[in-house]
């Protein structure tokens, strides 16, 4: 897709470290996880293979991923914009949803918007909570869906810290995912820019995106582990987002919930939970899921 409308975007490989013996198992677990999804191109390393591609590195093995890759991810998401709007279609912003209904009395089954501000309704044949963060408070604001239907929320904070200068590295490098979150790894952009994140801090609520500088000394220790000539002063507070979980801390990750009218009784409504990363890099796949959901 990247490649058919230009946008920007490089496959740079990946590498997910052990930086103990004891994570090496961790490792082929997260091979065979792979393989059975459909992802055969995971390498085993060993410590002395992973030096000869970054000699910067420390780590007692890794597995390559030589798929993974990097876009520009705004540019992408202004090109599925305009494939939107090419098909007929229209973003209109800063209009919140107050409320889904579904329609009864018709020849086809219809869902009514209630849209804020001056209370415009829209009739819909299909409707895709996409909400993200708001995705389980707008399903719980949706007449006919059982409760039970509906995922608690909780949000888990993700703190970036950029490297002032370049990283000695020219592949994404991940640690063993953590709980929670899959660790403070080191993640490049087009322009070669390191950063290095996000770590899990679990909020009460979805409105803080500052970045506590004193949690720098955590990044330092985490980082270290798999960089350990990381200088002291080199990492500077970035920027943060929320994930939108639906498992809270302590209970195991729970995966992408793609809900449609199959699942919960109700016509037309398609519900996306727990979508946080990587539901960009999966976005393609994820429509062509919800695709197959609204058309049950």
Request: aromatic share 6%; hydrophobic share 45%.
């Amino acid at each position: 897709y990247c490649a058919e409308r230009g946008i920007a975007h490089r496959r740079c490989g990946k590498l997910i470290v052990a930086t103990s013996a004891a994570q090496v198992d961790e490792l082929r677990a997260i091979r065979q996880r792979a393989a059975a999804n459909g992802v055969g191109d995971l390498q085993l390393l060993t410590q002395a293979e992973a030096l000869a591609l970054e000699p910067h590195l420390a780590c007692e093995a890794a597995l390559l991923s030589r798929s993974t890759g990097i876009v520009d991810s705004h540019g992408l998401m202004l090109s599925l914009l305009g494939d939107v709007e090419n098909a007929g279609g229209m973003l209109a912003v800063h209009s919140e949803v107050k409320s889904l209904a579904a329609h009864e009395g018709r020849a086809q089954p219809a869902i009514h918007l209630i849209v804020g501000g001056e209370r415009t309704e829209l009739l819909a044949r299909t409707v895709v909570n996409a909400a993200g963060l708001q995705a389980p408070a707008l399903a719980a604001r949706t007449q006919r869906l059982d409760a039970r239907h509906v995922p608690r929320a909780f949000f888990a904070k993700g703190n970036y810290f950029t490297l002032a200068g370049r990283a000695p590295f020219s592949r994404l490098i991940y640690p063993v995912p953590e709980p929670g979150g899959l660790g403070v790894h080191l993640t490049l952009d087009l322009g070669g820019q390191a950063k290095f994140g996000p770590d899990v801090q679990w909020v009460a609520s979805a409105d803080d995106y500052l970045v506590d500088p004193a949690r720098g000394d955590a990044f330092y220790a985490e980082v270290r582990k798999y960089w350990p000539a990381l200088a002291d002063g080199a990492l500077q507070p970035g920027y943060a987002g929320i994930r939108p979980k639906i498992s809270g801390p302590g209970e195991p990750a729970a995966d992408f919930v793609i809900q449609g009218p199959r699942g919960h009784g109700v016509p037309g409504l398609v519900n996306l939970f727990g979508i946080e990363s990587p539901g960009l890099t999966s976005c393609l796949a994820v429509a062509e899921q919800v695709v197959a959901q609204a058309l049950v």
